[in-house]
């Protein structure tokens, strides 16, 4: 008899699960809403199952100590570091929480073709560097002061030191290996929310509205749509009743003006309108609120 050699399987990484749920997802934009809201009633009902299966185990292994002990190991794994977020029995990690930071500020930096990445996670200090048109930009240490410090300091109150550090030629940096983030964790990213039609935002304008009990503030430019928390960054009253004119709103209250592409506050530069991410699907436009 010959004999048969098992061959082992590589399991497969977070990213080709998320792969396979966003395809998913692009597949569901395309329905009507009826079989689409049953399509998200099924996921959210399975979802309900193995979450409450999931509470119900590890409440069992914390009760027995060596059990306990496996499953803190078990959780470096980022696939079941993710599945456990998505279900809120874990916290988020550091790196989780910087990376969320750092998510709120990407729609104003976005606007401009800029971007920031988070290089090393080393407590009590990060790195992070600037790319795209941030990147030697000359506003760049205002945008690193009042944009990336200060969303993580507020987020992460532990690190205590953010330094900027430079791309090297090869794009990689030998820093600490960065690791749990969940991609499915409710609170890292969030859900799309339908807002409006593209149409109904009048180009050039703005469009306010209440989403998901959020006052939100929409503006286009064309096919290009931001949107902001609708608050002045001044004393938090409501921007829409303010005049636009060439893409700046300004305060009907007192008169602070704002970029409606980046958010950036013209009469304050040390002080911006709260962003939310935006996307365009057709003539679908959907909001994803900072957290």
């Not at 061959?7 to 749920?21: H, M, Q």
């Not at 999931?54 to 599945?83: F, H």
């Not at 030629?169 to 039609?197: E, I, K």
């Not at 007192?254 to 939310?276: K, N, R, S």
Request: hydrophobic share 45%.
């Amino acid at each position: 008899m010959t004999a048969v050699k098992a061959v082992e399987s590589e399991p497969c990484a977070i990213a080709d699960f998320v792969g396979d749920i966003e395809r998913l997802e692009l597949i569901f934009e395309g329905w009507d809403e009826t079989p689409r809201g049953a399509a998200l009633a099924y996921g959210r009902a399975i979802e309900a199952l193995n979450g409450e299966a999931l509470r119900r185990l590890v409440s069992a292994l914390k009760r027995d100590p060596a059990a306990l002990k496996a499953m803190k190991a078990a959780v470096t794994d980022e696939v079941v570091y993710g599945v456990l977020r998505r279900h809120n029995i874990v916290k988020p990690s550091l790196t989780e929480r910087v990376e969320a930071a750092l998510e709120s500020i990407r729609p104003m930096l976005a606007s401009h073709g800029g971007d920031v990445e988070l290089v090393a996670v080393t407590p009590p200090s990060i790195e992070v560097r600037f790319v795209g048109s941030c990147d030697g930009c000359p506003a760049s240490a205002l945008t690193f002061h009042a944009g990336v410090k200060k969303a993580v300091e507020e987020a992460c109150p532990e690190i205590t030191e953010i330094l900027q550090v430079k791309a090297s030629a090869t794009g990689h940096h030998d820093g600490a290996t960065l690791h749990l983030v969940s991609p499915f964790a409710n609170g890292a990213g969030g859900q799309w929310h339908y807002a409006a039609r593209l149409a109904d935002i009048p180009d050039g304008g703005v469009k306010a509205q209440i989403l998901e009990g959020e006052k939100i503030l929409l503006s286009r430019r064309g096919s290009i749509v931001t949107c902001f928390q609708n608050a002045c960054a001044h004393l938090g009253l409501a921007l829409d009743d303010g005049e636009v004119a060439d893409g700046i709103i300004t305060c009907p209250f007192h008169q602070f003006q704002y970029d409606l592409m980046t958010g950036e506050c013209l009469t304050a530069p040390a002080i911006q309108l709260q962003p939310h991410a935006v996307r365009v699907i057709g003539s679908r436009v959907e909001v994803r609120f900072a957290k």
